[in-house]
């Protein structure tokens, strides 16, 4: 079971420093995953139920709260919208978003000021509103913020001393790569300094690699859920060929029929992907992003799984 990192490439155009070894960056939407576990770590403390109605623990938060259940939040099939769809992603649009502070409740009264995407428990469509909706539900419970529920319940008790989830501070702290977006004129400009209030709950984490993969091989190996309740974090809902998605784990079949679970993120100047089979694991992070859309970056990290579990 040997760990390999290592690094490549440029980490601040301006002082050419290289990707620091071991640095911390934004994992955006792998942040799911971990507020998905705390969730289940609640259940499995009797302190929630995942088929109970979201209006029992949220009165009055979301619409439709009688019918959409907390397992339909983790599993993007509540049919609320994503708020994420609203934001402007114009060079102007990411540097106000950068500089711009949302509380969680105004994130979700976004969301669900646009119209559902199905009725509750219907199709799968991805809605960071509802991980919102997730976060003040731990905030809830709790009575505790969710930076500080995370980091006691979660990141503390499982050795993850890297990752924090910060609220509203636009600076990495400690050795970081710097994340860049493309300006008007398709050159890059540092992103690095983002609130990221944005995303909260939904994709806010900062972390590093060895703690990502450190937090996936725990969880997946039974260390973080009773066995019975990551069972049911691993039952999926279909969502495109080769693609489900469970409570807040996504599920990959490989090009050679490999299995693999973990979880994406893009947020402004960092993409992550961590994906873990039984035997091994990979958390790749790209900045600098080499195209202006996701896609590509997707077939790449695609290209980089197939190549590390087919192989």
Not at 80 to 91: G, I, L, S
Not at 213 to 232: C, K
Not at 249 to 264: D, I, N, Q, S, Y
Request: aromatic share 8%.
């Amino acid at each position: 079971n040997g760990r390999w990192s290592g690094t490549a490439g440029t980490g601040d155009l301006r002082t050419h420093a290289p990707v620091p070894r071991g640095g911390r960056w934004r994992i955006g939407s792998v942040t799911k995953s971990f507020v998905a576990a705390l969730i289940l770590k609640l259940a499995d403390q009797n302190k929630l139920a995942l088929d109970a109605p979201i209006g029992r623990y949220l009165p009055g938060v979301l619409p439709r709260q009688d019918k959409i259940t907390v397992r339909m939040l983790l599993n993007h099939t509540s049919g609320v919208a994503d708020y994420a769809t609203t934001f402007d992603e114009t060079p102007a649009g990411l540097r106000r978003l950068a500089t711009t502070t949302y509380a969680p409740r105004q994130l979700v009264g976004i969301g669900t000021g646009l119209p559902p995407t199905s009725d509750p428990g219907g199709r799968w469509a991805y809605s960071n509103t509802g991980y919102a909706a997730l976060g003040l539900l731990i905030e809830k419970i709790t009575g505790r913020s969710l930076s500080i529920a995370l980091f006691t319940r979660l990141l503390a008790p499982q050795s993850l001393p890297a990752t924090t989830l910060p609220t509203t501070a636009r600076t990495i702290t400690g050795p970081h790569p710097h994340g860049y977006m493309r300006d008007e004129n398709n050159r890059p400009e540092d992103i690095t300094d983002f609130n990221p209030s944005n995303a909260w709950a939904a994709g806010a984490l900062i972390s590093t690699a060895s703690d990502v993969n450190r937090f996936f091989d725990r969880l997946l190996h039974g260390r973080v859920l009773s066995s019975g309740t990551l069972a049911q974090m691993k039952r999926t809902v279909p969502v495109a060929p080769g693609f489900s998605y469970g409570l807040g784990l996504m599920k990959l079949t490989l090009a050679c029929g490999t299995t693999v679970w973990g979880h994406k993120g893009h947020i402004p100047g960092y993409a992550t992907y961590s994906f873990h089979s039984d035997r091994r694991g990979i958390t790749v992070t790209a900045t600098a992003l080499p195209s202006p859309n996701d896609a590509a970056v997707d077939q790449a990290m695609n290209q980089a799984l197939n190549a590390e579990f087919c192989g």
